[in-house]
């Protein structure tokens, strides 16, 4: 999902437009031609919910920040969900601790800059869009964070065609979605902040503490109208890479994503997941997989909880971080596999090599572990033997 | 202070102050009315008895948290406790009254008949808390629209600051509040309140009799209408007649924050003593300070916070909270604030915090003058049923565990040493070395009584504290031996229940540590304590079931910990293998013997042939594995190889064949000797002299190797050989001497047999031997094809 958004962010990012120019004059999506966003692969939140925003907006009585499309009332609706006044239900965006999205929704109202942490796979980016979405109306103010992301990427590019014109001048000036974001008090988004090197980073302490963009060569300045905020994502397993400074650090508050809190709500999600998948890439229906489903979240998550779902017994945890997202890959797997070399209906034999391929990341410790976990846990257990077949068959 | 309020606060008959146990809120508001009514006596929700005790809370030796314990004179073991903290109302109540000199008085029903009740109630403590907790509280919190009632109380009571108001209002609010709600849900549910409130208002009665109508009562909120109803003092009798009753002793002993919250075991039901507390004693923006004191305390834990951290908290918590609509931020809110702000969003500082601050390490003191603690009581019993006297004379105690005294006397020191009073310590026992006798060395000293003392914060009788503290000893052991010791403890002392947690602990220790060295140290406590408790008739299902889940840990992790080891942790490991292997041949020994019993073979899973069987053949294959991987030092190998020829799973001439390998010239010399050394060190020189192949082996090798090489291999070889017995040495010696080319002509004349014995066995003198080995193996006469059997076997 990503992908696609950095797309449209460089794209618009490279059309030279002027920092004063109003929001409504600015293209919201890339291209004119692709105009229609319920024929694109993956529309953005705005569009896709355009409706829910809508009607959460002219319900919406009470105060708003400056700027702001909707009060943090209706944002954390817009997110968690829920039945308004007149009936019109809102989907839930996010199915976790409400609490979460509070404190994510008061940070910004707040002015400070939000953090979302978290391991790959827990709906970060996901989370971040929707509040963009829902508080500005626009998620399209995009920074992808990357190993290579250069300085102008977060402050501001020359037009060099335009620079060797006409010299130094606002109109050769191509401001990155940061510096939009700040004229025009809107929501900017930064993905992956830890793998931007660490003096790139830094460029955004000034924009943060200062909420002010110097532009030396023009003499000038543009600071940060009122409704202005920023909200980075992070990837927890990566910590090291490109650690925060304290100073950066400092401005963000920081909310940790967690993993689903219990096994239904998890398999919950990977059966809606798999599905929607399953779907969209035509993959033959495969009927009843709701245990290998179970089975494997089960598995995922006694693996990375470092404990079984009795609560009897601790295992030990391998290196890799089984998120859900890795769940549903496996179970998308098992199902392609069955249903093109199987019998058609999801069997052990199936997920086990998915299963062994995510948990086995490290080839020595982390065999050791899913060993001990097939023999302490997996053999005893009732019902399960075929599934330790498989994985012994597999494991071998 | 304001005389002119006399007659508003007491315009309905006496002051009834209705309350929340614990409430900050509720205690800010009663020393308000307390102080604008200046009632002439203060009656408290509590246990009568106690009046005595009341002028002890003026002692400055006593600092709340502290409880008042109740107790069965003759069975201390059935008690009851009324916590106080300082920010409690009736602590507030109660040293208000001793401040201005106006008497206090407890009126709730007397502890006498509270503790008469049937056993399964014994708890007032949780009683109490039923009769806020439970219904009225939600449903009042339901018709204000908020769906979770403590946290309504607290926004409209506990959180009330200081300030200029009317302070009998939100009481009176309260008690028609409360009047409403026990005209729907009458006091059917709770058939002890009409008890308790008959009672109270007798002694309301009589208090207005002496004092007249400057009365102040602090009480639960709920009994609020019930103290106004009007009975007749004939009614409230009637009820009250014939209770039963049970001879009870009061005292003061010291309480801690971590037992005043819901988490721990007795709970009087709040979850954030320290938040509360907080509440209570500060004087002014109460969120401002709390989150400066967190500052201050991950301060102390070198996180850097600073000052901009917590205005950006503040911010945060006050925005939370006009976000969910709450008038002032509360727990929730700081919390959150916390972890976003100041802890990166990670729950570890929120971890330190709750324990530090919110739960907070606050411990009470009582004073000397307080009386004697149950625990000294309960020990005085158990020493008078016993026959154990203290005495401060040293003397030896020698134990026979088949008698119930003696059985119940070494329970009872084990269960004192465990809480670490140490009047008895375990000496050899001279003579015997069977499981049943025991010899202790007694000597008692005075401090031991202040260890008593200490001990009584663990529970009210020996067992029970024993059990509390073995419980809180497991959770707090680093090392696995150290848990597997206090398993072998708990069997010793008795204490069945607290092996659960004990097991508990254990399981996880051992999951998570991944030194196999540990697990492999372990393992042979655990078997012997798992045999020992079957000699006690222990039920010991959860251990065997913690000692197998150990070995299988063992099993899967010692080869990968095997490999790329140095010669010193290759002889560690070595002893780790040679325990474990007698352990799992112990353990197997027991399972079978558990099986035999009757138990079910829950062990057995889809694989496993047989509950011990599998467990033996799992290690053999462990063992071939080890034997057979070349990154195993030799000494390992060697032992591996040793333990499966002794077992019988290694025929002799693959024995061979590995030392043939582990001796061929590719290897490196220094690991051939080690490899000698595991497979025949620590006196197993009797397999070479037995066995000419081997011997010969070894001999072949050392001849072939290098000189600069033997320099090398030499010590290895003299520590291996130096440990056998002279005998064995000589032996070995002379075969050796003999030299190859002799033996083979020695073997030669004896038609290839071992030397030492013929080449055909001479029938007439085995069967001579028959009879005597006959009575030796206890073998019936009708069994004789077993015989022939074994003597065939002894014959080769």
């Not at chain 1, 959460?56 to 400056?66: G, Y």
């Not at chain 2, 001439?653 to 000698?676: K, Q």
Request: aromatic residues 4%.
């Amino acid at each position: 999902m990503s992908a696609m958004s950095v797309t449209s962010a460089s794209a618009s990012a490279s059309s030279p437009v002027s920092t004063s120019a109003s929001a409504s004059e600015r293209p919201t999506t890339a291209e004119p031609g692709q105009g229609e966003s319920a024929q694109a692969l993956r529309p953005h939140a705005e569009h896709a919910f355009a409706a829910e925003l809508t009607a959460l907006a002219a319900q919406d009585d009470r105060p708003r920040p400056a700027r702001w499309k909707l009060s943090p009332w209706a944002v954390a609706t817009y997110l968690l969900g829920g039945t308004l006044p007149d009936g019109t239900v809102i989907t839930p965006k996010y199915v976790g601790p409400r609490r979460i999205v509070e404190v994510a929704v008061t940070t910004l109202a707040t002015d400070r800059a939000l953090l979302l942490l978290g391991v790959p796979g827990t709906a970060k980016t996901w989370v971040s869009e929707h509040l963009a979405a829902a508080v500005s109306g626009d998620s399209t103010l995009l920074v992808q964070g990357t190993a290579g992301t250069p300085e102008e990427a977060i402050r501001y590019g020359w037009n060099y065609a335009q620079l060797l014109a006409h010299g130094p001048s606002r109109d050769a000036l191509v401001p990155s979605p940061v510096m939009r974001a700040m004229a025009e008090g809107m929501t900017a988004r930064v993905e992956e902040l830890t793998r931007i090197p660490a003096d790139v980073q830094d460029s955004l302490i000034t924009i943060l503490s200062e909420k002010t963009l110097p532009v030396p060569e023009l003499g000038q300045e543009v600071q940060a109208v009122r409704g202005f905020n920023l909200i980075a994502t992070a990837n927890d397993r990566d910590r090291g890479v490109n650690d925060l400074s304290s100073a950066l650090r400092r401005r963000f508050n920081t909310v940790v994503l967690p993993l689903p809190a219990s096994a239904d709500a998890e398999v919950d999600i990977v059966t809606r997941r798999v599905e929607q998948i399953g779907r969209s890439l035509d993959l033959p229906a495969v009927p009843d997989g709701i245990e290998e489903i179970h089975r494997v979240v089960t598995v995922f998550r006694e693996l990375r909880d470092g404990i079984t779902a009795d609560g009897r017994t601790k295992v030990k945890s391998p290196s890799g971080t089984l998120s859900t997202a890795e769940a549903i890959s496996v179970v998308t797997n098992g199902l392609a596999l069955s249903a093109h070399f199987g019998d058609g209906v999801l069997r052990p034999a199936d997920v086990a090599a998915g299963i062994l391929g995510a948990v086995v990341r490290d080839p020595a410790a982390d065999r050791v572990v899913w060993q001990e976990y097939l023999e302490t846990v997996v053999r005893e257990r009732e019902g399960w033997t075929d599934f330790y077949r498989a994985c012994r068959e597999v494991s071998a | 202070m304001n005389d002119t309020r006399w007659p508003q606060a007491y315009a309905s008959g006496p002051l009834l102050l209705g309350v929340r146990h614990h409430g900050p809120g509720s205690a800010r508001a009663v020393r308000g009315a307390l102080d604008a009514a200046r009632p002439a006596v203060v009656l408290v929700e509590g246990p009568p008895e106690a009046d005595a005790l009341i002028p002890l809370a003026a002692d400055p030796g006593l600092r709340p948290p502290v409880a008042l314990l109740a107790h069965a004179v003759d069975e201390p073991g059935r008690s009851a406790f009324w916590p106080f903290a300082d920010f409690s109302p009736e602590w507030v109540a109660i040293r208000w009254a001793l401040e201005h000199g106006v008497p206090a008085h407890f009126i709730d029903l007397p502890a006498a008949h509270t503790l008469a009740r049937e056993k399964g109630e014994q708890d007032p403590g949780a009683k109490r808390e039923g009769e806020v907790r439970g219904d009225p509280l939600a449903v009042l919190a339901e018709a204000a629209g908020h769906d979770d009632p403590e946290r309504w109380w607290e926004d409209i009571v506990e959180h009330r600051g200081p300030g200029e108001r009317d302070p009998f209002v939100p009481f009176a609010a309260l008690a028609d509040a409360m009047g409403a709600l026990r005209e729907r849900y009458d006091a059917g549910g709770h058939g002890r309140d009409l008890f308790r409130e008959a009672h109270m208002r007798l002694r309301l009665r009589a208090a207005r009799k002496e004092f007249g109508e400057q009365v102040a009562v602090v009480c639960g909120a709920w009994h609020v209408p019930a103290l106004r109803e009007k009975t007749t003092v004939a009614a409230d009798r009637a009820l009250l007649k014939g209770l039963a009753k049970v001879r009870t002793d009061l005292t003061w002993v010291p309480w801690t924050h971590r037992r005043l919250a819901r988490s721990s075991g007795y709970g009087a039901g709040i979850a954030s003593p320290g938040w509360y507390g907080h509440l209570f004693h500060a004087p002014d923006r109460p969120v401002e300070r709390w989150l400066t004191k967190v500052a201050r305390l991950l301060r102390e834990e070198d996180r850097i916070v600073s000052s901009a951290h917590v205005i950006e908290a503040v911010r945060l918590a006050e925005t939370l909270a006009a976000l969910r609509g709450r008038p002032l931020p509360g727990l929730g809110e700081t919390t959150d604030a916390v972890r976003a702000v100041m802890g990166d969003g990670s729950d570890v500082p929120l971890a330190l915090v709750h324990d530090r601050l919110v739960v907070g390490d606050v411990l009470g003191e009582v004073p000397e003058s307080a009386p004697a603690v149950p625990l000294q009581r309960d020990l005085a019993r158990q020493q008078r049923a016993l026959r154990l006297k203290p005495a401060a004379l040293e003397r030896e105690l020698e134990l026979d565990l088949r008698g119930d005294t003696d059985a119940g006397r070494s329970r009872l020191l084990h269960r004192l040493r465990l809480l670490g009073v140490g009047w008895g310590e375990p000496a050899r026992s001279r003579g015997s070395t069977g499981t049943f006798r025991e010899t202790w060395r007694l000597r008692w000293e005075p401090e031991l009584s202040v260890r008593v003392a200490e001990a009584g914060v663990w529970g009210t009788t020996v067992l029970g504290a024993a059990q509390a503290r073995a419980e809180a000893d497991a959770t707090a052991a680093c090392a696995l031996a150290d848990v597997t010791a206090l398993a072998e403890r708990c069997l010793l002392a008795g204490l069945p229940n607290a092996l659960p947690v004990v097991m508990r602990v254990l399981a996880d220790r051992a999951a998570l540590d991944t030194d196999v060295g540990h697990l492999a140290q372990a393992l042979p406590a655990l078997v012997r304590s798992l045999r020992y408790g079957d000699v006690r008739g222990t039920d010991t299902g959860a251990l065997a079931g913690v000692a197998m889940g150990l070995a299988e840990r063992v099993f899967v992790g010692l080869p990968p910990a095997c490999a790329a080891l140095d010669r010193d942790a290759a002889d560690e490991m070595r002893g780790h293998v040679d325990a474990v292997h007698s352990a799992v041949g112990l353990l197997t020994e027991t399972r079978a013997g558990a099986v035999a019993g009757g138990a079910a073979a829950a062990g057995s899973g889809p694989f496993g042939a047989g509950p011990g069987g599998g467990l033996r053949d799992r290690w053999r294959a462990v063992l071939r594995a080890l034997s057979s991987r070349d990154s195993v030092p030799g000494v390992l190998r060697g032992r591996a190889v040793r333990l499966l020829l002794d077992d019988g799973a290694l025929r002799s001439e693959e024995a061979a064949r590995l030392m043939g390998l582990a001796l061929s010239p590719g290897t490196a010399p220094a690991d051939a000797a080690a490899w000698i050394e595991g497979f025949v060190g620590g006196g197993g020189g009797l397999l070479l002299v037995h066995d000419e192949r081997l011997l010969a082996l070894v001999d072949g090798w050392l001849r072939g190797v290098s000189g600069e090489a033997f320099t090398d291999v030499l010590p290895l070889l003299r520590r291996t050989f130096a440990a056998y017995e002279p005998g064995v040495r000589r032996t070995l010696g002379e075969l050796v001497r003999r030299g190859p080319a002799d033996r083979a002509a020695g073997r030669a004349a004896h038609g290839a047999v071992t030397p030492g014995f013929a080449a055909e066995p001479d029938t007439g003198r085995a069967d001579a031997v028959l009879p005597v080995l006959r009575l030796l193996l206890g073998l019936d006469d009708d069994s004789d094809m077993r015989d022939d059997n074994i003597l065939a076997g002894v014959g080769v």
